[in-house]
């Protein structure tokens, strides 16, 4: 039996130390010049990264959208770089599906099966028919969206579920899907915050004890990594948080050197993970 997102997220963090994880999210118009001229140039554009920054990651997460978004060569390109990444290093999908009945089982299928990921991002509202099929594979995990890094995430996640932007938590739609998730092992089930969320970090976590926080966000969209060990790590010695980063680190340089600069800030940000867990 192949070895679970948890077990493998944690003998990692072991190994390395490593809280980084490196988003995948190959923007067509953006990719290099260098490796349009490749067959498939999302491919080759990944094979570089991942060569360049594996020895930094504790994870990596492909977006699905920038795959589809190439048609069938992207979704070769995202089977070629799963084959790539090194077995140590579990990756996770950010797919953001949550559907019922036999439409999540072929998400899950086709996902943990034939794709062979070990982690997906789930959509949780439609509650537990969206989990029953994870639940049926042994080696499944999936982060539910908790709480986003994006600005309108304040639409519906961090306002009470009254409607009134006044209230607080505990009665947040974030507070209930932190509520509906202690039904699940934190072995199968993780969450999303993002680190942009900067006032309802520390709380969720005290309602996620012993839960992997996925915290996007630190980077590019503004997120402060100080606040996020401050507030989001779990213990000293077993933080239980991946910090995302993408375009940060992918798109470091748009030249030739693209895979050589995001080495250097796949170590910054790791050798500033380490520092600042000291």
């Known amino acids: 039996m192949s070895k679970s997102f948890w077990s493998k997220y944690q003998q990692r963090y072991t190994d390395t130390k490593s809280l980084l994880c490196v988003g ?3 923007e067509f118009y953006r990719l290099p010049e260098c ?7 999302i491919w080759e554009f990944n094979r570089q990264i991942i060569d360049a920054t ?3 990651a504790c994870a990596y997460k492909p977006n699905l959208a920038f795959y589809l978004a190439d048609g069938m060569r992207g979704l070769e390109a995202l089977y070629l770089t799963m084959e790539h990444i090194p077995q140590e290093i579990p990756v996770i999908l950010d797919c953001k599906v ?5 439409t999540m089982q072929a998400y899950v299928h086709a996902f943990f099966e034939n794709m062979a990921v ?3 991002t789930l959509n949780p509202l439609m509650g537990a028919d969206v989990m029953q099929p ?3 594979l042994d080696s499944s995990f999936a982060f539910a969206l908790c709480l986003t890094s994006n600005p309108s995430a304040k639409d519906f996640l961090n306002i009470g579920v009254s ?9 947040s739609l974030a507070a209930k899907i932190a509520a509906w998730m202690q039904a699940y092992s934190p072995e199968k089930l993780g969450a999303v915050v993002g680190a942009t969320q900067r ?3 520390k709380h969720l976590r005290s309602l996620l004890p012993g839960r992997i926080l996925l915290i996007p966000g630190v980077g590019a969209q503004g997120g402060d990594l100080d606040a996020v060990f401050r507030d989001a790590i779990d213990t000293p010695e077993q933080p239980n948080i991946l910090i995302n980063s993408s375009r940060g680190i992918i798109f470091a340089s748009e030249d030739a050197s693209f895979a050589r600069e995001a080495a250097k800030e796949a170590k910054k940000l790791t050798d500033s993970c380490r520092n600042a867990g000291q």
Request: charge should be negative; hydrophobic fraction near 30%; avoid cysteine.
């Open 24 to 26: 995948l999210d190959p």
């Open 35 to 41: 490796v349009l001229k490749a067959e498939n140039p």
């Open 54 to 56: 594996h020895e930094y």
């Open 98 to 102: 949550g559907d019922i009945g036999n």
């Open 118 to 120: 070990d982690a997906i």
């Open 134 to 136: 994870l639940m049926n």
């Open 163 to 171: 409607g009134d932007r006044r209230d607080t938590y505990p009665s």
């Open 199 to 201: 006032t309802e970090l």
